[in-house]
């Protein structure tokens, strides 16, 4: 039963004066909607039907990311996109599983920041002309503390060179 149902039901009892289980038959019957959402999730983030009929043979296993973006490319769904469920399947499966976390305080903002290309690296720049860059590799530890020289109020820019030897900023 759904939850529009149940509270439609729940209005009539109320109006019609009938109502014989009071508040504990509606609280009674709130598992079912526990069961009702989790079914409705599970469906929600479930590969497509077409998707899981072509890895036939297969355990229960989740769908590899890989091989979804290899049936979107075939049109196994024959719409040539993912559907909903397959969008929502995919997405679950990159949910950082921890909280954001401080790595740092500082007593200015900061206003740009990007990773190195192989993302070994953080690089931060924030006002005061001030850049840090972090080794993510180490535990996020300060790599680099630089005060810019000649800058107006803040690093609106920074770029590591390929080798991350160098550091441009703006």
């Not at 508040?23 to 899981?52: C, V």
């Not at 990159?94 to 990007?114: C, E, F, N, T, W």
């Not at 993302?119 to 860059?133: K, P, Y």
Request: hydrophobic share 30%.
């Amino acid at each position: 039963m759904s939850r529009l149902a149940k509270g439609i039901e729940v209005c009539n009892e109320e109006s019609s004066g009938t109502r014989s289980h009071g508040a504990q038959g509606y609280g009674r019957n709130s598992g079912d909607l526990d069961h009702e959402i989790a079914q409705l999730t599970k469906l929600r983030s479930e590969p497509n039907e077409h998707l899981k009929k072509a890895t036939v043979g297969r355990l229960k296993l989740p769908v590899s990311t890989l091989r979804m973006l290899a049936a979107r490319e075939s049109n196994y769904s024959g719409r040539g996109r993912f559907s909903l469920s397959d969008s929502c399947h995919v997405l679950s499966r990159y949910l950082p599983i921890y909280g954001p976390q401080k790595v740092d305080k500082m007593r200015s903002r900061a206003y740009i920041s990007q990773f190195s290309a192989d993302g070994s690296l953080f690089v931060a720049g924030f006002q005061g002309s001030h850049i840090r860059i972090y080794n993510v590799d180490k535990g996020w530890k300060v790599q680099k503390n630089i005060l810019a020289k000649s800058m107006n109020w803040t690093i609106t820019d920074t770029s590591l060179s390929p080798d991350q030897r160098y550091l441009v900023s703006l």
